[in-house]
């Protein structure tokens, strides 16, 4: 690397250099004190290795990365012009945003993570092993955030009859007890069907796909104010009140679609999600419900000839 220098964005097309699994084969254990491949630091672990005829055969029995601590399987064939690599992991307690920073240069999710990685492919570079990545990924994560983004901002957004919430700030963030997702992974091509996001009066669905070669995705996210306090652990079916989202775009500018049409087109809807709100703020009328849930009103509070979501939550509650 030249001093000073930044990596290009993007994968790499260099040739990966295999020349080394042809010096020597070996069968060895490892204590390893620390280690840093590409960006990811690995702190004391325990390895078995295995190469002979260029074929290597790593087992991680004990690794300690980021705070938590994994086990795994590593295999990669030298044999021919391309390597072909096959992993194995399961990771848990790990500190989720340094980890996605230097594997993946994902800096908005934190939180204690847990990782299942079952992944193979074939290729002569990075971007050649990521095109042809295949297999399978779980994630849950535990007591984080997502980092410079305020999704209940975002929300309040309807009080002025916009969206201008979903502005990335370092200084901005959206808590959560738990978010999970599984993504199936063909071609470098990762499909999820089954996100879920858990946080106080908030709960947000997903499904979409992460275009792996070219870093772009295309999601549709699915925030709900709901009517309950509850956590993870409930099974309660909940009412509430739903603004899709559709996040797409490439990963460095990622642009956000709402769709309003659905959250004022049946009020009826939202009647048991807003009579089940009340009870969560005992004490207080309607206007401060409301701004408690959807933020102050400014100005006029309408757009265009939209009714204020505001002011149809305020009728509803009224009501009660």
């Not at 980092?147 to 808590?175: H, M, W, Y």
């Amino acid at each position: 690397k030249v001093y000073g220098a930044t990596q290009r964005a993007g994968w790499s097309s260099d040739a990966i250099n295999l020349a080394l699994l042809g010096v020597a084969d070996t069968d060895s254990k490892l204590q390893i004190g620390r280690l840093i491949f590409q960006e990811i630091k690995v702190g004391q672990s325990a390895l078995t290795v295995s190469l002979k005829n260029r074929v290597l055969k790593t087992t991680f029995d004990d690794v300690q990365l980021y705070d938590g601590h994994g086990k795994g399987l590593l295999n990669v064939d030298g044999t021919g012009k391309a390597a072909a690599i096959g992993a194995n992991f399961a990771l848990d307690n790990i500190s989720a945003l340094p980890f996605l920073k230097d594997a993946a240069d994902i800096a908005w999710l934190s939180g204690k993570a847990k990782v299942g990685l079952q992944l193979a492919s074939n290729g002569a570079s990075q971007l050649q092993l990521v095109e042809g990545l295949n297999g399978r990924a779980d994630f849950t994560f535990a007591d984080g955030a997502i980092v410079g983004f305020n999704l209940p901002g975002a929300i309040r957004g309807i009080s002025q009859g916009k969206f201008n919430g979903l502005k990335q700030a370092p200084s901005e963030k959206t808590d959560f007890s738990e978010l999970s997702a599984t993504f199936n992974i063909q071609n470098g091509v990762a499909q999820n069907s089954d996100l879920q996001m858990v946080s106080p009066l908030l709960r947000v669905t997903g499904t979409g796909a992460v275009q792996l070669p070219p870093r772009t995705v295309d999601y549709m996210v699915k925030p709900k104010i709901v009517a309950s306090l509850e956590g993870a652990q409930s099974n309660k079916a909940l009412s509430g009140i739903e603004i899709p989202v559709r996040i797409s775009g490439p990963w460095s500018k990622l642009n956000y679609q709402p769709d309003f049409k659905g959250v004022l087109a049946d009020p009826n809807k939202a009647v048991e999600a807003v009579k089940e709100l009340s009870k969560q703020f005992k004490g207080k009328n309607a206007g401060e419900i409301v701004n408690d849930l959807l933020g102050k009103k400014s100005g006029d509070g309408t757009t265009g000839s939209t009714t204020n979501a505001k002011d149809l939550l305020k009728n509803l509650l009224k009501k009660e």
